[in-house]
Nanobody, 125 residues
Framework: VQLQASGGGLVQAGGSLRLSCAAS????????MGWFRQAPGKEREFVSV????????SYTDSVKGRFTISRDNAKNMVFLQMNSLKPEDTAVYFC???????????????????WGQGTLVTVSS
């Protein structure tokens, strides 16, 4: 099973990026998926999660109104649209998936069994 994140890069403050995560090896159409991030010298933190049928989403307070999570179960993918980026959004972003189906949303790393390799987002001021 593999989660392959892409779409990171260097962007100026106020700009936008769209992260994509493609899952392979199994289907996650009945599983919650999301994103965490880790900035240099800081602990890994929750960013956003979407439940299996897209009915429920959650965001950390610092990205609400700027980031939007979505998924395409037919393609086994999850996305993170990031607008109005700030230098403090600079981090490695990790795609995650819960290995168990139909679970309640969890905002901590222990709730996710599968992690991608990460994609670096750098926002310059």
């Amino acid at each position: 099973v593999q989660l392959q994140a892409s779409g990171g890069g260097l962007v100026q403050a106020g700009g936008s990026l769209r992260l994509s995560c493609a899952a392979s090896g199994r289907t996650f159409s009945k599983n919650n998926m999301g994103w965490f991030r880790q900035a240099p010298g800081k602990e890994r933190e929750f960013v956003s999660v979407i439940n299996w049928n897209s009915f429920t989403t959650s965001y950390t307070d610092s990205v609400k109104g700027r980031f939007t999570i979505s998924r395409d179960n037919a393609k086994n993918m999850v996305f993170l649209q990031m607008n109005s980026l700030k230098p403090e959004d600079t981090a490695v972003y990790f795609c995650v998936a819960d290995g168990k189906p139909f679970q309640s949303i969890v905002l901590t790393p222990v709730g996710y069994d599968y992690w991608g390799q990460g994609t670096l987002v750098t926002v310059s001021s």
